[in-house]
């Protein structure tokens, strides 16, 4: 399931509504049942689950989509199922019951399948015949407002995946030659820790606040980190001090998640886990909840125990909005015990 909270949307329709779901996803649903909070005409929020099989509980999927709905506050919903209607009619019947059992009310109930649309609750056939009715994203006023507002939408969730996978050929050939190259450089930088530091851990820990500064200094201007730079830095981040310094430093801004795409493609699996854990930070504080999912997916089949990624996990799953983080991280992120803190001013 994935969920995001993007720049709102004014609809005053349902094909106005269908334009922009792929763009409050990042790509267009297939296979899927969809939950578009609302507050009046403005989307606030969308939710998004695959069609279930046979085999799955039908209502205990469809309650939690429905209480992922409610924690945003919305006065309303509008479900859109994605696919065949022998799939997607028990999926919206399950999800409109369990919006309306939880006090949401439901403005509609949609089906969309290949470039028709059909309404499920209206029967009115001038407005909504039995045949369907078609429609055009690409003609759609609202297509063009979220296109001139920046927001993309993909072929397709494969797509997404595709831009958190690992780099191949030549370039993973190269990365794995970097890695090596970084850990004789740490083995170098152990070696040469002062007596005073037990186990090397000061010597590494200033070695990776200047890597990952360096890196931010990069990712400003537009430059890109070499191979060498990538494998020490996501070496460094496998010690927890250098990880949450660059979680400290790490926002919903485009930077941000361009960095940590790029590292999290180029490292090796074994160093995957900071990188992966701080693309899904910085994807989800963006509203881009399909991006911070497919980070997690790839960073907890490598990673299952890993901490941080347990827990945005858990906060995605749960349809936490990132505005519940305004203010950190001085103020802490819940359930989050910090080795330390850095007094900064607070985000509004």
């Known amino acids: 399931m994935a969920s995001t909270d993007r720049p709102q949307l004014a609809v005053r329709s349902p094909a106005d509504l269908i334009a922009a779901v792929p763009y409050l996803l990042g790509f267009h649903p297939a296979d899927s049942v969809v939950a578009v909070a609302m507050l009046g005409r403005q989307i606030i929020f969308a939710a998004r689950a695959d069609l279930p099989d046979p085999s799955t509980d039908l209502v205990e999927r469809a309650r939690h989509l429905a209480g992922v709905i409610r924690r945003q506050g919305a006065e309303a919903a509008t479900v859109v199922g994605y696919g065949p209607p022998d799939r997607v009619t028990p999926a919206v019947d399950a999800v409109r019951a369990a919006l309306s059992a939880g006090g949401t009310e439901v403005l509609d109930a949609l089906r969309v399948t290949g470039d028709r649309w059909w309404s499920y609750l209206c029967t009115e056939p001038d407005c909504c015949p039995p045949e369907g009715r078609h429609y055009d994203p690409a003609a759609n006023p609202v297509t063009a407002a979220a296109v001139f507002a920046g927001q993309v939408a993909l072929p397709d969730r494969a797509a997404l995946v595709a831009q958190v996978a690992p780099v191949d050929g030549p370039a993973r050939d190269a990365a794995r030659a970097a890695t090596a190259r970084a850990r004789l450089r740490l083995t170098e930088v152990l070696k040469q820790a002062a007596e005073s530091d037990l186990l090397g851990s000061r010597a590494v820990g200033t070695a990776g606040l200047e890597a990952v500064r360096e890196a931010q200094r ?18 460094l981040m496998t010690h927890l001090p250098v990880r949450d310094h660059a ?16 590292v999290l493609r180029r490292a090796e699996p074994e160093l995957v886990a900071a990188p992966g854990a701080l693309l899904a930070f910085a994807a ?65």
């Open 247 to 262: 979680w400290e430093r790490t926002d919903g801004r485009d930077r941000d998640i361009a960095l940590w795409t790029d």
């Open 284 to 348: 989800w504080r963006a509203g881009q909840g399909a991006l911070a999912a497919v980070a997690l997916e790839r960073t907890l089949s490598l990673h299952p125990h890993y901490s941080l990624a347990v827990l945005l996990d858990d906060m995605l799953r749960r349809g936490v909005p990132p505005s519940e983080l305004d203010g950190w991280p001085s103020e802490g992120m819940p359930g989050v015990i910090r080795p330390r803190k850095r007094r900064r001013r607070r985000r509004r």
């Open 218 to 235: 990069r990712q400003r201007r537009g430059e890109r980190l070499d191979d060498d730079e990538v494998a020490w830095l996501s070496l």
